[in-house]
């Protein structure tokens, strides 16, 4: 079930690749495994698949326990700044910076530890008011202070859109995030920059491979509803 489901996504992955002109390899799919099994990932590893996205670090801690250790972890998830020890060095990449105190954090705990931590900045992208993330407005100046701090390397944007039953409807914000992307670029700030989108999930992943996503986090249409 779950090897079908990765293939079916895949493919889809690929069509929307096709129809956009882009690169397929330019994609990576993070299997979101939150509260789901450990017996379900091994079912997605037996199938091929190796980078995994949780969004609570106790969870994804214990999984990295009696998971193989060449799996690629990504947090996905708000972090809370008491908990940034126990994963930097462990996740190969943290989507969720939404805040210039959990950047300081994170740069503190990397210097510590000597190590350079790659992120990406979320973005609120359709101001919702449930949401973490910086508002477009605070993106540029938050930019601007996290390139000064040590230990942190800023690799791009991700955004969680609005809970639609249209993808079509999330278009507009995806293609904002790849415009404010393209914006940061051009400023060229030290440490900053902007090779990776995670933006699409279940629901819309096609359409924001469409606008551009490098990153696409898909849960329920691998591993079913939760
Ligand atoms: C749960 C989650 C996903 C995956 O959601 P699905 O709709 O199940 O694909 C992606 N991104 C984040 C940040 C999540 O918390």
């Not at 779950?2 to 690749?17: G, P, R």
């Amino acid at each position: 079930m779950i090897a079908e489901n990765l293939e079916e996504v895949k493919k889809n992955i690929l069509e929307a690749c096709k129809r956009s002109g882009r690169d397929p390899q330019k994609v990576c799919l993070v299997a979101v495994s939150k509260t789901k099994p450990v017996s379900s990932i091994e079912e997605a590893i037996d199938a091929g698949q190796t980078v995994f996205g949780e969004n609570k670090v106790q969870e994804m801690c214990s999984k990295m326990e009696v998971l193989p250790e060449n799996l690629h972890w990504h947090m996905i998830g708000h972090l809370q700044r008491n908990k940034v020890k126990y994963i930097l060095g462990r996740v190969d990449l943290i989507h969720s910076v939404d805040s210039l105190r959990l950047a300081q954090q994170i740069s503190l705990e990397a210097q510590r530890q000597g190590i350079t931590v790659p992120v990406l900045l979320e973005v609120n992208v359709a101001a919702e008011e449930s949401k973490f993330g910086f508002s477009e407005e605070e993106l540029m100046p938050a930019c601007m202070e996290i390139s000064t701090l040590p230990g942190i390397q800023v690799k791009g944007l991700m955004t969680s859109a609005p809970y639609v039953d249209c993808p079509e409807d999330n278009r507009k914000y995806f293609q904002k995030m790849a415009k404010l992307a393209v914006d940061i670029q051009s400023k060229n700030i030290d440490n900053i920059c902007m090779e990776e989108l995670s933006m699409g999930m279940t629901g819309d992943y096609i359409v924001a491979v469409e606008e551009g996503a490098t990153i696409v986090r898909v849960g329920t249409a691998i591993f079913g509803s939760r």
